[in-house]
T-cell receptor, first 115, second 115 residues
Framework: AQSVTQPDIHITVSEGASLELRCNYS??????LFWYVQSPGQGLQLLLKYFSGDTLVQGIKGFEAEFKRSQSSFNLRKPSVHWSDAAEYFC?????????????FGKGTHLIIQP | DTEVTQTPKHLVMGMTNKKSLKCEQH?????MYWYKQKAKKPPELMFVYSYEKLSINESVPSRFSPECPNSSLLNLHLHALQPEDSALYLCASSPPTGTEHYEQYFGPGTRLTVT
């Protein structure tokens, strides 16, 4: 069965430090991969996406993510976080041909920024 | 323009009330979605419209009634809701086919409180 896992429920990072949020999926083929960010009480904003091609993708707000087929992972990274990055981050996966329409979301990672 | 708008931003309603949530997009997307999101949880898919026709109903109770009057508008009619229906209701849109079908753009949501 297809699934998406975000292993970290909470992550605390100091302002200016680097960040990596983990996302793993289970699927027999290459899925379509997305990262969304959600500030409290707001909608979801698309940070970046991967369909095919170059496995390192750049997104908005200085974020990047790397698709690693061998690890079934799509981890989100940022070299230096800002206090405004504090939010909930969702990894979302589309499973083409998998029988489900649309996106499957991970449970989310809550990012806390320490001054 | 990648904007999806939703009105109202906040809604408080009693269990006997009838109200409607509205969603609008002008990206030419022919797939539109309603999601329900409880606090600290990922969005849960409720309905999918494709070319203005209901294509997916994720076993949602009949007190929620979706409507897609045209390709830009999506409504969610609410009647006889329960307090457990209190949540953030998110609208999203995407192209109806192809890889971009999985690239969903979300509105800011309507915060619904049922008293």
């Amino acid at each position: 069965a297809q699934s998406v896992t975000q292993p970290d429920i909470h992550i605390t990072v100091s302002e200016g430090a680097s960040l990596e949020l983990r996302c793993n999926y289970s699927y027999g083929a290459t899925p379509y991969l997305f990262w969304y960010v959600q500030s409290p009480g707001q909608g979801l904003q698309l940070l970046l996406k991967y369909f095919s091609g170059d496995t390192l993708v750049q997104g908005i707000k200085g974020f990047e993510a790397e698709f690693k087929r061998s690890q079934s992972s799509f981890n989100l990274r940022k070299p230096s976080v800002h206090w405004s990055d504090a939010a909930e981050y969702f990894c979302a996966v589309g499973f083409p041909g998998g029988g489900a329409d649309g996106l499957t979301f991970g449970k989310g990672t809550h990012l806390i920024i320490q001054p | 323009d990648t904007e999806v708008t939703q009105t109202p931003k906040h809604l408080v309603m009693g269990m006997t009330n009838k109200k409607s949530l509205k969603c609008e997009q002008h990206m030419g997307h022919r797939a539109m979605y309603w999601y329900k999101q409880k606090a600290k949880k990922p969005p849960e898919l409720m309905f999918v419209y494709s070319y203005e026709k209901l294509s997916i109903n994720e076993s949602v109770p009949s007190r929620f009634s979706p409507e897609c009057p045209n390709s830009s508008l999506l409504n969610l009619h609410l009647h006889a809701l329960q307090p457990e229906d209190s949540a953030l209701y998110l609208c999203a849109s995407s192209p109806p086919t192809g890889t971009e079908h999985y690239e969903q753009y979300f509105g800011p949501g309507t915060r619904l409180t049922v008293t």
